[in-house]
Antibody
Framework: EMRLVESGGGLVQPGGSLTLSCAVS????????LTWVRQPPGKGLEWVSL???????FYADSVKGRFTISRDNSMNTLYLQMNNLRPEDTAVYYC???????????????????WGQGTLVTVSS | EIVLTQSPGTLSLSPGERATLSCRAS???????LAWYQQRPGQAPRLLIY???YRVTGTPDRFSGSGSGTDFTLTISRLEPEDFAVYYC?????????FGQGTKVEIK
């Protein structure tokens, strides 16, 4: 069974940094596409970042240049390094497996399944 | 960016009734590259349907998806108590991947 468990959320001041982790079991991070999706409190879902099995990475414009997605194959863990955090980054962050719809290029096409339970990041002074 | 607009925002229905949820795209979603998710309170989203109409394993057959181009529909034929939740559509035709704002199905 594929399982994803996020950790690392918490309270951080504007301009600060935080690294989220997503421990994966039931499949290997190096052979799969993985993604981060966030949800501000009481609001909808926003795709944040994606990493291909080959290592290519993609970001939403709202986080480009501030967030970095990576993985540790030996730990079978996905990460999201978040720098220069803003109040609007406050959200529950979910990691999820990304199921590609076809041959993936520079235009990621696919859906998210399964999801982790999420970790809350609060950016506030 | 493809903007997805879901309607209605809230659907108030009774168990056993039929629910029809709409997802309209600002541009054509090619290849019917659209998915539907269910999110119960306090839980992560769960994939129900991909490719506009293909149920994933574990999705009850009372859930059905249809549509193409810019108009898509999720239908729940007879609402069960566990179906009262928020539903999101997501397009994967064009980057960035985007979601609709959600439709809440609540008990009337």
């Amino acid at each position: 069974e594929m399982r994803l468990v996020e950790s690392g959320g918490g309270l951080v001041q504007p301009g600060g940094s935080l690294t989220l982790s997503c421990a994966v079991s039931g499949f290997t991070v190096s052979d799969n596409y993985l993604t981060w999706v966030r949800q501000p409190p009481g609001k909808g879902l926003e795709w944040v970042s994606l990493i291909y099995s080959g290592g290519s990475t993609f970001y939403a414009d709202s986080v480009k240049g501030r967030f970095t997605i990576s993985r540790d194959n030996s730990m079978n863990t996905l990460y999201l390094q978040m720098n220069n955090l803003r109040p609007e980054d406050t959200a529950v962050y979910y990691c999820a497996s990304f199921a590609p719809a076809g041959l993936q290029t520079t235009n990621p096409q696919g859906w998210f399944d399964p999801w982790g339970q999420g970790t809350l990041v609060t950016v506030s002074s | 960016e493809i903007v997805l607009t879901q309607s209605p925002g809230t659907l108030s229905l009774s168990p056993g009734e039929r629910a029809t949820l709409s997802c309209r795209a600002s541009q054509s979603v090619t290849n019917a590259y659209l998915a539907w998710y269910q999110q119960r309170p306090g839980q992560a989203p769960r994939l129900l349907i991909y490719g506009a109409s293909y149920r994933v394993t574990g999705t009850p057959d009372r859930f059905s998806g249809s549509g193409s181009g810019t108009d898509f529909t999720l239908t729940i034929s007879r609402l069960e108590p566990e179906d009262f939740a928020v539903y999101y559509c997501q397009q994967y035709s064009r980057s960035p991947l985007t979601f609709g704002q959600g439709t809440k199905v609540e008990i009337k």
